[in-house]
């Protein structure tokens, strides 16, 4: 799908390309040709702060996806999660409001945490596993690298969008590269330089809803 016509600021402030060098997915859009009895106006966002937007005084980006889309998309973001031990948290929320595609953001705070990117990486595999198995269309993201207070977990987010990129690959499916749309734009990150703020979690909304 192309990028729609969002009102005018948007467009200016948020005009690069999407997908970029993420992987998987091709070029034909999303869809789900046999979602059983799940939910084709419901998505999932599964993730962290970054998607319960809890850091950010401004709309989370799941809610601001819900009225470019017109879908429902459900916030199960949890500030702090980690990836690894939550595997069970795609089933749970499939369980809960059977959605058609679900958002996987997840793995920072396990390098926040020291853990290593394949690691992190196999706990989100088993998340694409558990979508595919349950007719939901899973949809992969890259990080925005930390900077400024969280600069130091720079390296271990590129290790773990590198990882993320792969199962992408390996699993065929839609990545959206929110590390390529955050390089060298430090005016879209919270003064923490981990969460992205209003202008960021704007730039996510349109990123994701570029694939619908």
């Known amino acids: 799908m192309k990028r729609r016509a969002f009102p005018a600021l948007f467009s200016l402030l948020f ?32 993730g962290d702060s970054i998607t319960q937007g809890s850091e950010c005084p401004c709309t989370p980006y799941p809610a601001r996806l819900a009225g470019m889309i017109g879908k429902n998309v459900v916030n199960c973001g949890i500030g702090g999660s980690v990836a690894r031990g939550n595997e069970g948290r795609a089933q749970a929320a499939i369980n809960s409001y059977h959605p058609a595609y679900m958002i996987i953001l997840y ?32 949809v992969l993201a890259t990080y925005p690298i930390p900077i400024t207070g969280h600069a130091v977990f720079g390296g271990g987010t590129r290790s773990l969008n590198n990882a993320l990129r792969d199962v992408a690959s390996a699993q065929g499916i839609h990545c959206v590269d929110l590390e390529s749309e955050f390089s060298g ?22 990123a994701f809803a570029d694939l619908f």
């Open 107 to 138: 793995g920072v705070n396990d390098v926040i945490h020291g853990g290593d990117a394949a690691s992190i990486a196999a706990s989100v595999n088993a998340m694409v596993a558990t979508c595919k198995a349950n007719n939901v269309v899973p």
């Open 15 to 46: 005009a690069s390309a999407l997908m970029g060098g993420c992987g998987g997915g091709g070029d034909g859009g999303l869809s789900n040709d046999s979602p059983g009895n799940n939910d084709l106006n419901t998505v999932v966002a599964l």
């Open 185 to 206: 734009r430090p005016e879209l990150y919270m003064p923490d330089g981990l969460h992205p703020n209003d202008a960021g979690t704007a730039l996510m909304a349109l």
